[in-house]
């Protein structure tokens, strides 16, 4: 009798049929790729306002940190002011006219940090119109 060989299992898994696939996938991609608009994502834009606010409370940020205080309504110098006098004249200014918008007008140079600090110190102030002030872009 002739000896019989046993067959193993095995344990192996041919790849080659992968590859191939994903190389023709990967030609359909390369292929179709240049068709395909990329989506449009709106920016928002810096124009005019339906109504700009009425005699805002400026407060100008200035590269060494110092703050200066501006009621624009008044038409009045600005005054150089402390954190925490800031705070008690924003707070006597809101209680005499409130929903005044509280505008800030930091310098090229000052930190984000430190404007994100000053918007933070007026939102806990219960101030409820907190602007930026920008300067228009030149044509």
């Known amino acids: 009798m002739i000896p019989r060989r046993t067959r193993k299992a095995v344990n192996q898994i041919n790849v080659v049929p992968y590859i191939d696939v994903m190389l023709v996938l990967l030609v359909i991609f ?5 068709f395909i608009n990329p989506s449009q994502v709106n920016l ?33 110098a600005g005054q150089s002011v402390t954190a925490d006098a800031l705070a008690d004249a924003v707070r006597v200014r809101q209680q005499a006219h409130p929903g005044q918008a509280v505008v800030i007008s930091a310098d ?6 430190k404007v994100m600090q000053l918007m933070d110190t007026l939102q806990t102030l219960g101030v409820a ?11």
Not at 30 to 34: K, S, Y
Not at 108 to 113: I, L, T
């Open 30 to 34: 390369m292929v179709t790729a240049p």
């Open 44 to 76: 928002p834009s810096v124009g005019k306002s339906a109504a700009t606010p009425a005699a805002p409370l400026e407060v100008m940020l200035r590269e060494d940190g110092s703050l200066l205080l501006r009621d624009r309504g008044a038409n009045e």
């Open 108 to 113: 090229k140079a000052v930190r984000y940090e």
């Open 129 to 139: 119109r907190v602007g930026l002030l920008v300067k228009p872009a030149q044509r």
